[in-house]
């Protein structure tokens, strides 16, 4: 009884797809008779034509007559035959990677993507003529899962016969439709059209979900039986799509991807279904490998990856997600070029969007490999792991694919592009496993030596990191060496890939508290000796082309500064970088190598920021030995001022700006804190609230204003980020000239501190004292500074040279003023010798400006010179008249007389020398 309610069953199955069957027949019936009318008018125009051509001939036949190219006459109609039908045969193999592209869309730079607008249009328009067709595949489909289901629910028949039922229905649906194909064909003009694509593939979905419930619902078959029968189930698939339209193959795929979610049931180790998703995306690619519909492998990669995602969602297993990740980039790569090895040839991705596809666009192969790759390095990059052995085997999967597109760049150079995304991810995902303490680094840091027993090994997980990033970087070279126009890409690759591992371990993996400072300094500079062996390598193999060469000895300068860094003092560790920045410029100048410029540049950061922020300056005044303080900065400065005569006569135009900038600013820097820790170690009040004790701060900020200032000549994008940093800077700095003086000045101590506080004094000898440190310094570098930058607005070079100006005529006033009243400057009053000093100096400057202006032949400092002057006449007429007496006017007076007669001729002298007058003698 229940055998007969199951054949029932299938009959009313059967009802429906027999009546589409008849209404596809009569419906095709006039679409054949079209097709015969057509062809028929045809041959009668082409008889006509003939005729005609044969009246028009001339009379003399020559020897040997020429026949007349006849236009190309179509075959006429066959009968079908059922022994040899022509639909039965099978396709041809397009060689290589396919451009299913006519010639002129092939030329053309317009990108060619398989989605497009009217290719939706265009299958919307067939679903709403064909509709049927799909409601009919669907059913199909479902009937096989649903006759399983029914089976379990009322319990029909044994879990083997229920399977078996539906392996049954598959198979003698997809006999039907290979029946009907061999009978009638299935391309579009015939009366079959698109019915043996549609029970052919509602079999394979049947039999894909008999395979499934025998594994997931009954557990009739182990997990290696049943990925043997998908796989054959999944050949079965790839064979019959070759014969069939792209309609069988989304049947199939659409429907063999449902099927895990339809069967239903439950598994303890489901991590097989990976596995199935990878078969049924390697399937739908080894269709369409040969049919070239390339909408077909998007498809199929598109529904291995979301399977693959709600396997990893409902069940976990992010190690087996990984792999199965990896499979399908394989699959997508390989199986278009039907071979262990791809030849995807052309532009690549990231060169033709550089470009705007001016060079052409890269072929569909290179477009779907460049998708696989993205997803796939964008997922494992941020694939959550419940495990360190889990997170582990990313970290192998993303080093799997940099390894792989490295040594398939050889045969497929399109391909090259693609390396970065897999290296990028791996770096990514390096620093957020560190910085978020995902499990792997989580673990490592459970094993720190303060938390582990004594006596017990150190994990491998960061040697094993570093073994990884190594085999990526000496893939990267071997692939340099035949690389051609994209040697200079590997060689950077290879020079990168190793130390910006070791470098974002340091920065966030802490691997010093674990394996111990001095065995992480080993693994540094162990890949350090490695790089140089690739130096060497390259230098012996390249000859006069460097790059490569330059590029390996630039990984190993940093990896040696690393590794400095991690095991030197602070003062140990300033000259080591140093030497290396001399070291970097004798090999440029040695070898010729202009990428040595690059690490100068970064050591010349480095170092800066080293003196000035960590250890910085707080570290040289308080907390070093003074030989430790006067080697950093002294030794630092030494080595630019190396570095130039090194470059001296090379065109290292950026090497030079940062090397010449460097020498003064850290020349001013030892200047800086050699009288910082002389002064603290004077008097006992607040330093830091004094005129010089404010100067000494911001003198720091007005040399990082003139670095930036002076290294705008190099332009660039980072032209608004030292405008940006100059500006800040010189905020600070004068803010901190503006307090020394105004509030801080020693005149102003009898009413704002008081004159008995040690702050408010002035210390020193004369002339060398702390005034100079608080006036005469910072008024010095201002005016250097405007001397030295040319390339800036002329206004702004004329209001630091102001400001310079200012400085130095405060510090020459307070001087005079010292020199009179002593080291406390806010006593009351003004004596008669202060007052004629002050204009003893106004005429000497005015009478040195003057003789400036002759040397330069300057009509501008000429008249600097003469204000100047007249401000001294003022002085003497307004001010010293009433202020001096005795003897002291008549010489104040008599010495202005002689020295304004002595001036004037001088300055007549000077005019008529610059206007061509002859002297007077």
Request: hydrophobic share 55%.
């Amino acid at each position: 009884m229940e055998a007969l309610l199951v054949f029932a069953a299938l009959v009313a199955l059967a009802i429906p797809v027999l009546v589409i069957v008849l209404l596809v027949a009569v419906s095709g019936l006039r679409r054949q008779f079209a097709l015969l009318e057509r062809r028929a008018a045809m041959l009668e125009h082409e008889v006509k034509d003939l005729r005609a051509r044969s009246r028009a001939a001339p009379p003399e036949v020559p020897a040997t007559p020429a026949v007349p190219d006849l236009p190309e006459m179509p075959a006429p109609p066959q009968p079908p035959a059922p022994e040899l039908p022509e639909a039965a045969e099978a396709p041809p193999i397009a060689p290589g990677p396919w451009e299913n592209l006519p010639p002129a869309a092939a030329r053309s730079s317009e990108p060619v993507v398989v989605a497009r607008p009217e290719r939706g249009s265009t299958l919307g328009d067939w679903l709403v003529a064909n509709w049927v067709y799909a409601v009919s595949a669907l059913s199909l489909a479902l009937a096989g899962i649903f006759l399983v289901q029914y089976g379990v629910e009322n319990g029909l028949l044994p879990p083997p016969m229920r399977v078996a039922a539906a392996i049954l229905l598959g198979l003698a649906l997809i006999g039907a439709g290979e029946w009907l194909r061999r009978r009638w064909g299935d391309s579009e003009h015939s009366a079959t059209a698109y019915l043996p694509s549609t029970f052919s593939g509602a079999g394979l979905v049947s039999i894909f979900g008999g395979v499934l419930a025998a594994r997931q619902l009954y557990e009739l078959i182990g997990p290696e039986v049943a990925f043997a029968g998908l796989l054959a189930t999944a050949a079965l698939a790839v064979v019959l799509g070759w014969f069939h339209g792209p309609f069988l193959a989304a049947v199939g795929l659409l429907g063999a991807a449902a099927a895990p979610f339809l069967v239903g049931g439950e598994s303890e180790a489901p991590y097989w279904l990976y596995g199935y998703f990878a078969v049924i995306a390697g399937a739908g690619l080894a269709i369409d490998t040969i049919r070239r519909w390339a909408w077909v492998s998007v498809l199929a990669l598109v529904l291995g990856h979301a399977g693959a995602w709600l396997t990893f969602a409902g069940t976990g297993g992010g190690g087996w997600y990984a792999l199965t990740l990896t499979v399908l980039v394989a699959l997508a790569i390989l199986i278009p070029a039907r071979g262990i090895l791809p030849d995807h040839q052309g532009p690549m991705l990231a060169e033709a969007l550089w470009r705007k596809g001016q060079g052409g666009w890269p072929h569909f192969p290179t477009r779907l490999a460049g998708g696989a790759v993205a997803a796939a390095a964008v997922i494992l990059t941020l694939l959550p792991a419940e495990t360190g052995a889990e997170s582990l085997l990313v970290f192998l999967c993303l080093a799997a694919l940099a390894l792989a597109l490295t040594t398939w760049s050889g045969p497929a150079p399109a391909l090259s592009d693609l390396t970065l995304l897999p290296v990028a991810g791996f770096l990514l995902r390096l620093g957020l496993e560190g910085l978020d303490r995902w499990p792997l680094a989580r673990e490592f840091a459970a094993r720190a030596i303060h938390l582990r027993e004594p006596e017990t090994a150190p994990p491998l997980t960061a040697t094993l990191l570093l073994a990884l990033a190594l085999a990526v970087t000496l893939a990267a070279a071997w692939a340099s060496g035949g690389a051609g126009r994209l040697k200079p890409f590997w060689a950077a690759g290879a020079a990168l890939a190793a130390p910006l591992t070791a470098l974002v371990m340091e920065l966030f993996w802490a691997p010093s508290a674990v394996l111990g400072t001095y065995t992480w300094a080993l693994h540094v500079i162990g890949l350090a000796a490695i790089m140089v062996a690739l130096a060497l390598g390259f230098a012996r193999a390249d000859g006069e082309d460097r790059r490569r060469a330059a590029y390996a000895t630039l990984s190993a300068l940093s990896l040696i500064a690393l590794a400095l860094f991690l095991i030197t003092t602070k003062g140990a560790l300033t000259l080591a970088l140093s030497a290396l920045v001399v070291a970097a410029a004798a090999l440029d100048r040695r070898f010729r190598l202009p990428e040595m410029g690059l690490f100068i540049q970064a050591a010349v950061i480095v170092l800066s920021w080293r003196l000035v922020i960590d250890p910085g300056l707080a570290w040289a005044v308080d907390g070093a030995a003074l030989w430790e303080v006067i080697a950093s900065y002294g030794g630092a400065a030494a080595a630019m001022a190396a570095g130039l005569f090194l470059l001296s006569g090379l065109e290292r135009r950026a090497a030079r700006v940062f090397l010449e900038s460097a020498f003064a600013g850290y020349t001013a820097l030892t200047v800086n804190v050699l009288l910082t820790r002389w002064l603290t170690t004077r008097g006992t009040g607040e330093w830091v609230l004094s005129h010089w004790g404010l100067a000494l701060n911001a003198m720091p900020w007005l040399v990082l204003m003139l670095v930036q200032l002076y290294r705008l000549q190099l332009g660039g994008v980072l032209r608004w980020l030292r405008w940006a940093i100059a500006g800040i800077a010189a905020l600070i700095g004068f803010g901190g000239l503006l307090l020394a003086t105004g509030p801080a000045n020693p005149l102003f101590a009898r009413f704002i501190g008081g004159p008995g506080a040690p702050e408010w004094r002035v210390y020193g000898p004369p002339v060398l004292d702390t005034l100079l440190v608080a006036y005469g310094l910072p008024g010095l570098l201002l005016l250097l500074g405007a001397a030295r930058l040319g390339h800036l607005n002329r206004w702004l070079r004329i209001g630091l040279g102001a400001v310079g100006v200012a400085f130095a005529a405060l510090y020459a006033g307070l001087e005079i003023r010292r020199l009179w009243r002593g080291d406390d400057l806010s006593v009351p009053g003004v004596t008669q010798g202060e007052l004629y000093s002050y204009t003893i100096a106004l005429m000497l400057v005015g009478a040195v400006l003057l003789y400036q202006a002759i040397a330069r032949r300057s009509q501008d400092l000429r008249r600097i010179a003469m204000t100047v002057i007249a401000l001294t006449i003022a002085k003497v007429f307004l001010i010293d008249a009433s202020g001096l007496s005795g003897l002291t006017r008549v010489a104040s007076f008599l010495a202005l007389g002689l020295s304004l007669a002595a001036l004037a001729w001088l300055n007549r002298w000077a005019a008529g020398r610059q206007g061509g007058v002859t002297p007077p003698e």
